[in-house]
């Protein structure tokens, strides 16, 4: 049986005033949605009029091995093996666990670390997108298929070609072509890339001077099945407000990973973590390509590490799919979470994830 109804999950707290409090000492915003399992990274989509949460699977354990190529500041704490859905029918919802939707095994070519992943649907098939290590410790990013949105998935015998880095977000754009976003920097490895090269003795960490430009997300125009790159990846260019590219010292407003894109009223939504910085920001475009000029923030730092997250329209109202590590008190073992979200015009009102 690869689900199972999360009896710990009919509450979604969206009431400060329910919330225990953080180390903190201040109350959390919101309740784990599901405590039955670890999950992060929640890429959230309505499939059908249902909603469904792609999530990373967090587990325990000791980091992985440091061994060359891998170095000890590349994320080695995040193990993961496998992917969780979680789906309701509606915001607060009773929420069900679909486990195990796609495991490392199953993935010819990935040797450890299935990171974030997300989900697109078109034409009776559900694609999973999924960064992991190679053989070589290179991140990839690889696809597999289902007929249901729950899987089981299928996965493609090589990753994406041309595919690198982590995070991969789907966009399909109201005329149906398919955008995949991507990057992550430090263990997402993005600054290991040169001219289209992997290596694994670049940098660990970010290498830019804090004058230099920052790394961008990456975005790439998929083909028709879904199932390639139809180009070459682009940088997706984020400004300021007077145009010019974000530098690589401004880490409240740059790139890190974890990007995701929206679009309202004509406008792209990117949003992204600064990550060490620990913010969920955004920034706004005219095409899917960009540029997109950074606006603001929308949530506040988390407790743990990582801000990764998602924002989903259910019936005309806005909802925030994050992460947090509430349930453990430990970085690498998360739990999603759910928000409303509001609008006061055209920019995100900011959330804090604790109340007073
Ligand atoms: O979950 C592993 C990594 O941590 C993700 O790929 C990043 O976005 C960060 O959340």
New binding site residues.
């Given amino acids: 049986m690869r689900w199972i109804v999360a009896a710990a999950a009919l509450i979604v707290s969206v009431s400060p005033a329910a919330a225990q409090r953080a180390p903190n000492g201040r109350p959390y915003l919101s309740q784990p949605l599901v405590t039955s399992t670890y999950s992060?990274?929640p890429a959230a989509h309505i499939f059908g009029g249902r909603i469904y949460v792609y999530a990373?699977h967090?587990v325990p354990g000791p980091p992985l091995s440091d061994e060359p190529p891998f170095q000890k500041s590349e994320?080695n704490s995040?193990r993961?093996t496998d992917f969780v859905v979680l789906s309701m029918d509606r915001p607060g919802g009773p929420v069900t666990v679909h486990s195990n939707i796609l495991d490392i095994g199953q993935v010819p070519w990935a040797s450890r670390?299935m990171?974030?992943p997300d989900a697109a649907y078109r034409q009776g098939t559900y694609y999973l997108y999924f960064?992991a290590k190679d053989r070589a410790g290179a991140f990839r990013i690889g696809v597999a298929t289902s007929t249901s949105p729950t899987g089981p998935f299928t996965a493609r015998p090589e990753p994406i070609k041309g595919s690198y880095s982590?995070?991969p977000a789907a966009f399909i754009d109201d005329d149906g072509t398919a955008y995949l976003y991507f990057g992550?920097l430090n263990?997402?490895q993005l600054q290991k890339w040169r001219d289209g090269a992997f290596d694994p003795d670049g940098p660990p960490a970010d290498p830019r001077g804090k004058r230099d430009r920052a790394f961008m997300p990456r975005v790439a125009r998929l083909t028709a099945d879904m199932l390639e790159f139809a180009e070459a990846p682009r940088e997706a260019m984020i400004v300021d407000e007077k145009g010019k590219p974000l530098l690589a010292g401004d880490e409240a407003r740059r790139f890190f990973?974890?990007s995701w894109m929206n679009k309202l009223g004509g406008k792209y939504v990117l949003t992204y973590?600064t990550?060490t910085t620990h913010l969920l920001v955004y920034a706004v475009g005219d095409t899917p390509y960009g540029p997109f000029t950074y606006k603001g923030v929308v949530l506040k730092p988390v407790e743990g590490?990582?801000?990764?997250a998602s924002m989903i329209r259910f019936d005309g109202r806005w909802w925030l799919f994050y992460?947090d590590s509430q349930m453990s008190g430990q970085t690498?073992l998360?739990n999603v979470k759910l928000t409303e979200l509001f609008w006061d015009g055209d920019a995100i009102r900011t959330i804090d994830p604790f109340g007073k």
């Fill in positions: 992060a990274d990373s967090d994320g995040f993961m670390q990171w974030a960064p982590i995070d992550g263990g997402g990973e974890g973590s990550g590490w990582t801000t990764h992460a690498p998360r």
